[in-house]
């Protein structure tokens, strides 16, 4: 069982180029979310989605863009990479927790640095 | 909008004792869950135990158990007879029932346990 699967790991990038994050979870889950976690804070939600072919911005999306073309696949896009992005991106996953409690499931994230 | 405080930027505590992390939440919503996330060095986000916000009864989960004070808000974590292995960083997570589900984290405790 995979779980939530984040590829790459490791990525440096230069100013201004674009790249995509790649998530795929195998627990058909209807909600997937990726955050980002910044040195010494807590993760921030960049965009989720609630099912395929619904997205919504979280709280920090500027830069950043999403699709939800299956329920399985939810890749994140960096259009032009600036310094700021430098982070961990995490990717997750949940069932919709509907009086139960459905924790979410994280990737390994990936570490992204812009240089 | 919800926050989560953690006010220990770092505890330590001895092998086999007992350590107590803080965790406060402004919500003004009464059907939430609240849980703690551990990240060891490795960066995984691994559940340690969780809380609905309508159960009055504390959550235990071994070792790890809360103290979910609802009118205080405030929902602290327990770690009795501390492992080597605990040591990591220790985020608090509060989650709205419905809508996107997001998670909102604290900054994080970062746990030394001293052998």
């Known amino acids: 069982n995979a779980g939530v699967t984040q590829t790459p790991k490791f990525r440096i990038l230069k100013i201004g180029q674009s790249m995509t994050l790649q998530c795929a979870q195998d627990?058909?889950?209807?909600?997937m979310y990726w955050y980002r976690q910044d040195p010494g804070m807590g993760l921030k939600l960049i965009y989720y989605?609630?099912?395929?072919?619904?997205?919504d911005k979280g709280e920090v999306p500027n830069g950043y863009n999403v699709s939800r073309s299956t329920t399985e696949y939810f890749p994140l896009r960096l259009e032009l990479a600036a310094p700021s992005q430098t982070s961990v991106y995490f990717c997750?996953?949940?069932?919709?927790?509907?009086?139960?409690?459905?924790?979410?499931?994280f990737g390994d994230g990936t570490r992204l640095s812009i240089l | 909008a919800q926050t989560v405080t953690q006010s220990q930027p770092e505890m330590s505590v001895q092998e086999a004792e007992t350590v107590t992390l803080s965790c406060t939440y402004d919500?003004?919503?009464?059907?939430?869950?609240l849980f703690w996330y551990k990240q060891p060095p490795s960066r995984q986000m691994i559940l340690v135990i969780r809380?609905?916000?309508?159960?009055?009864q504390n959550a235990t989960e071994n070792r790890f158990s809360v103290n979910f004070q609802k009118a205080a808000k405030s929902f602290s974590l327990k770690i009795s007879d501390s492992q080597l292995g605990d040591a990591a960083m220790y985020f608090c997570?509060?989650?709205?029932?419905?809508?996107?589900?997001?998670?909102?984290f604290g900054k994080g405790t970062k746990l030394t346990v001293n052998p």
């Open positions: 997750a996953s949940s069932y919709p927790s509907r009086g139960g409690n459905q924790p979410q499931h």
């Open positions: 627990m058909n889950h209807n909600y």
């Open positions: 989605s609630v099912g395929a072919g619904i997205t």
């Open positions: 919500t003004s919503e009464s059907d939430y869950y």
């Open positions: 809380q609905e916000a309508y159960k009055q």
């Open positions: 997570a509060y989650r709205l029932q419905g809508g996107s589900e997001k998670l909102v």
